[in-house]
T-cell receptor, first 115, second 110 residues
């Protein structure tokens, strides 16, 4: 299977600061990357879909100005949580699709805690 | 009606038994179906995918798809304690987007 990495694996920040999370496809070119959020004991919630070189498509209810997504290359997408607040604390997971695969491969996730 | 529905469980089976996980979906146009396993505190891991009606086997895992009934299942034979996890059913509903069920928590008791 294909390998997707995320960095950092966990981050703690103060309320009001911005946090950037990186998602990389290590051994294939990801034409599409997805960002999910998961709260404890809940399922994955898709936040946005991004295609390389174009603007991300956000799901209903997700603030595009708060969750900035950049997919500048076929191996890298970034999610920036701007002006983070405690309610943004969650497990953020990216996935990638491409390289001839129909499946989505998930990164290991980033646990964000906003104090 | 939710797009993808799973029994939330928890489902508990003894070691060595068959665990049966079920999923129904609402969009008749769905073409691709996936089962992911998620251990507590970790991200989902792809176990199997199935596109055609019938059964697909991979080791101890068998996925079954019935498009007429809008039903997909996952059977785990010879269940092991290491299979204890939450199993997520995912359906490709539009484009490359996946819709996930809420997951079934499986516990395999030694």
């Amino acid at each position: 299977g294909a390998v997707v990495s995320q960095h950092p694996s966990w981050v703690i920040c103060k309320s009001g600061t911005s946090v950037k999370i990186e998602c990389r496809s290590l051994d294939f070119q990801a034409t599409t990357m997805f960002w999910y959020r998961q709260f404890p004991k809940q399922s994955l919630m898709l936040m946005a879909t991004s295609n390389e070189g174009s603007k991300a498509t956000y799901e209903q209810g997700v603030e595009k100005d708060k969750f900035l997504i950049n997919h500048a290359s076929l191996t890298l997408s970034t999610l920036t949580v701007t002006s983070a607040h405690p309610e943004d604390s969650s497990f953020y997971i990216c996935s990638a699709r491409g390289g001839g695969f129909n499946e989505q491969f998930f990164g290991p996730g980033t646990r964000l805690t906003v104090l | 009606q939710k797009e993808v529905e799973q029994n939330s469980g928890p489902l508990s089976v003894p070691e060595g038994a068959i665990a049966s996980l079920n999923c129904t979906y609402s969009d008749r146009g769905s073409q691709s179906f996936f089962w992911y396993r998620q251990y507590s505190g970790k991200s989902p891991e792809l176990i199997m995918f199935i596109y055609s009606n019938g059964d697909k086997e991979d080791g101890r895992f068998t996925a079954q798809l019935n498009k007429a009934s809008q039903y997909v299942s996952l059977l785990i034979r010879d269940s092991q304690p290491s299979d204890s996890a939450t199993y997520l059913c995912a359906v490709n509903t539009s484009g490359s987007r996946l819709t996930f069920g809420e997951g079934t928590q499986l516990t395999v008791n030694p």
